[in-house]
């Protein structure tokens, strides 16, 4: 299974990088299977320079904030007018709403929407698609929010979401080869509860979950991410970096 970091800026785009979006790719039947974590803004621009978008198999959002959902909208315009003609309908999970929030970011009348390019889909339970495993656990955030497990090629990767150290991403991310955490506060800083991670918070995760590597991402431009990372080690011994646009990871 390969990673490709296409977005890892926290909260908005970067100077160095757009919103949230990590691509995953495996061999499976005879072609690559890819799907994205996330689409935030900014994204899908980025995404050409490591993927056809057209040969994306799903999308899975993690939850509705702007940086981690909104190029969807520009993913439909892509999908729907497309010189080749409109492109067959591809599967989007995400929270309870994300159809009617999608059609809204746009202006469109909820019915159709996007239906007819994105097949909406609920997290409720595992999913596969092709040789992909998604697990999702619903994590702390003011909004709905999911933290997801993929598995692939008897590799895992755990990707945090947006959310604050909770027992829920403990478990999720549990023996997991690469865990993709967000870091975007800074230890001792007057942070809301149940919002995000800081990076030590990252790295008591990553010994408590005992992980074989941690990335940490989502820190926003505000910060710097050596803090973050300078957190994380801190806390636990094992490998740590720093997400950056166009990294990949061969797991």
Same mark, same amino acid.
């Given at each position: 299974?390969?990673?490709?970091?296409?977005?890892c800026s926290g909260s908005y785009p970067g100077p160095e990088s757009s919103a949230s979006c990590y691509l995953?790719?495996?061999?499976?039947?005879?072609?690559?299977?890819?799907?994205?974590?996330?689409?935030g803004n900014g994204a899908l621009g980025q995404l050409h320079r490591y993927a056809d978008p057209l040969d994306i198999d799903a999308v899975l959002v993690s939850h509705l904030h702007a940086d981690h959902c909104l190029d969807l909208c520009g993913y439909y315009v892509m999908r729907k007018y497309h010189p080749?003609?409109?492109?067959?309908?591809?599967?989007?999970?995400?929270?309870?709403?994300?159809?009617d929030r999608m059609a809204r970011a746009y202006d469109l009348p909820t019915d159709p929407g996007m239906h007819e390019e994105f097949d909406f889909r609920v997290?409720?339970? =595992?999913?596969?698609?092709?040789?992909?495993? *998604?697990? %999702?656990?619903?994590v702390v955030h003011p909004v709905t929010a999911y933290s997801l497990r993929v598995t692939a090629g008897g590799r895992t990767v755990v990707y945090s979401g947006d959310t604050?150290?909770?027992?829920?991403?403990?478990?999720?991310?549990t023996g997991a080869d690469l865990l993709l955490a967000e870091a975007s506060f800074e230890t001792g800083a007057d942070n809301p509860p149940d919002l995000h991670l800081t990076g030590a918070d990252c790295g008591r995760t990553a010994a408590r979950a005992g =992980?074989?590597?941690?990335?940490?991402?989502? *820190?926003? %431009?505000?910060h710097d991410p050596a803090v973050a990372e300078a957190e994380a080690r801190g806390e636990w011994s094992g490998p740590v970096e720093l997400a950056r646009a166009g990294a990949t990871y061969e797991l």
């Open positions: 299974m390969r990673l490709t970091i296409v977005g995953l790719e495996e061999e499976h039947e005879g072609r690559t299977w890819r799907i994205l974590l996330d689409l080749s003609g409109p492109q067959p309908r591809i599967p989007v999970w995400g929270p309870d709403g994300t159809a997290w409720d339970s =595992v999913i596969e698609i092709g040789p992909f495993t *998604v697990e %999702p656990r619903q604050g150290p909770c027992d829920a991403l403990d478990d999720v991310a =992980v074989g590597r941690l990335v940490l991402t989502h *820190v926003p %431009p505000w």
